[in-house]
């Protein structure tokens, strides 16, 4: 035999060129400045004959773009997003983390498929992007510095669906293509998704400095950090446990986001928790159908730590890790401590005011928890879709004698919805709320549409066969998410039968 073996996806020729142009951005680096202990400076790996999959239109207009940037021959933006070009001020690199994965130390990981191509000055502030799946870097360990088509597809839709949501995440550009193979489970082809954040900064990335015993370089990261995302904290009196006690408290509203709308993230290891309290890392997450509290949407999760409702004791979970990697800084456990313990009635408020609007509720009144929870449990027990439930439950009407069968028909229970629906509107009434006002507020925030795993997978299918337009098509609904779409139609129904036998997992 004398011919080789086909190349392996990682072992890709070249490296990515400079273009002569590029948008009229102010490009200003800074994670890049902050030096070479934080990062390795390479070239995303190009990928062969790349297409475009799906763009944002919405993220363009984040980041200031013209309408045509995707289309003027100049720019060249199809290999720029795809890794094999560069626009003149991107300096790529690859940043090192460490993390607790599963709640165990997992050691070095970092960008291993991530390249940081450089940040902007933006009309909504500095932007960083990345590309996500343009190939190996070191910290790849036995990766192959690939994403999957399927797994951008589900990335780029549930950051803008998130974003229109109005739940913090990291955003996604575009997708680009190829008919480079990947090895997952079976054959799959290449993808790369263009994320957009003020920073990709993670919990894991101040663990990594204190288990490597560098506390200068924490110190500078976290002066960073201060300095660039959280300089309300520099002029307190202890910088870093105030810095901790945002993150704290940023990272509860998330949750409670999270929570109010049935978001679970699958992976919540530390290394995916961002230091600004984004969304961040999406991989075998899922939305709710039926609510179920011990809902578990990462099919390798087998224990169920990250469960839909253990999401919020994970977090605090790993605030408590990213104290410790605090304590050469802080030095004082107990105002380490104190700082994390924000969390709990951060949480606990923000929870509590999600649920408060989405019953559709002014004001607070004693007996709202035990309703409220009265609700959630018979939901968990019957299994009670989440999204039209609450989506549905703007509909009640507090007239006497009204026909409430359209959301309390939802429930198998009779003499559990009749009761509930007596209470409800005794509690509607006792603060003289109008029907059409509560309802109007009530939609906006009970989403009517959300990214359940059976609507991805279909534009997944799709656009394995190469046609891309459901990805657009959906991106479109996700944006609005709280516009009305009828729950008789196939964007905001009930899922389908076969919905409930798709397995989602950390491969991607
Ligand atoms: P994740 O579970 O996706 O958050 O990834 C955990 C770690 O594995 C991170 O350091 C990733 O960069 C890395 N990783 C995941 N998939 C790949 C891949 N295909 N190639 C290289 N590194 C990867
Ligand atoms: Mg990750």
Redesign the pocket.
Known sequence: MNTLPPMNSNDNAGAATTLPTGPDWNWCNRFQALGAEYHTELHPQPMPAPHWIARSTSCAELLGLPADWQTNPRWNALAVFSGNALWPGMQPLASVYSGHQFGVWAGQ??????HWLGEIDTPNGPMELQLKGAG?TP???T?????VLRSSIREFLCSEAMHGLGIPTTRALCITGSSLPVRRESMETAAVVTRVAPSFIRFGHFEHFTQNDQPDALKRLADFVIEHHYPECRNTPQPYVAMLGTVARRTAELLAQWQAVGFCHG?M?T??MSILGLTL?Y?PFGFLDGYNPAHICNHTDHKGRYAFGRQPSVAFWNLHALAQSLMPLIGNGNAALDAIELYKPFYADAMRSQLRNKCGFTTTQPGDAGLIDWLLKQMAYERTDHTILFRRLSQFSTADGADNACVMGLFKDRKFSDLWATAYGDRLKAEGSVDAQRAAAMNRVNPSVVLRNHLAEGAIRQAQAGDFSEVQRLLKVLQHPYDEVHDASADAGFPPEWAQHIEVS?S?
Not at 109 to 114: E, M, N, P, S, V
Not at 143 to 147: E, L, N
């Open positions: 990981l970092g960008d291993g498929r991530a190996t910290y790849s360990r990766g192959d510095g690939r994403a992976v290891n290394d995916n890392d991989g950390c991607s």
